[in-house]
């Protein structure tokens, strides 16, 4: 009865832990280059970017119009960016926040930009 009652505890755990990986739901929806900055007038901490690449292995997307708020994290390698680093030509990996529209290109919400090094 214990052996049961430990084997069952373990496989109840195991995914439980595991599951509570910040990073295992964080998706690449896109990695592309900025080809267009849209800056909202009104409200300087809202903006939008259309991101073109290649759908990849890794990737769900190859166009996308991302909108970037104050709740988005930025990244150049393992440091914090801004939205100041975000401009035309750079390469970036985008994780979205929630559902996309599935229009063409997909608009979403980015959770988190990445900017590549070149």
């Keep these: 009865m214990k052996k049961t009652l430990s ?5 109840f755990l195991v995914p439980a832990i595991t599951g509570c990986n910040k990073d295992s739901n964080e998706n ?3 990695r592309g280059q900025i080809r267009e ?3 909202n007038e009104e409200d300087s ?5 259309l991101i073109e690449g290649e759908i990849e292995d890794d990737t769900t997307y190859d166009s996308a119009s991302v ?8 990244y150049k390698g ?4 801004t939205i100041e680093d975000l401009e035309e030509g750079i390469t970036v990996e985008v994780v979205f926040e929630g559902a996309v529209a599935e229009s063409y ?3 979403g919400t980015a959770k988190k930009i990445k900017i590549l090094e070149d």
């Design 7 to 11: 084997l069952l505890l373990i496989l």
């Design 28 to 30: 690449i929806g896109i």
């Design 37 to 39: 900055v849209c800056i």
């Design 45 to 49: 901490l809202v903006s939008t970017f």
């Design 67 to 74: 909108t970037v708020n104050n709740d988005t994290e930025i």
């Design 78 to 81: 393992e440091e914090k960016a």
């Design 105 to 107: 290109p997909v608009q």
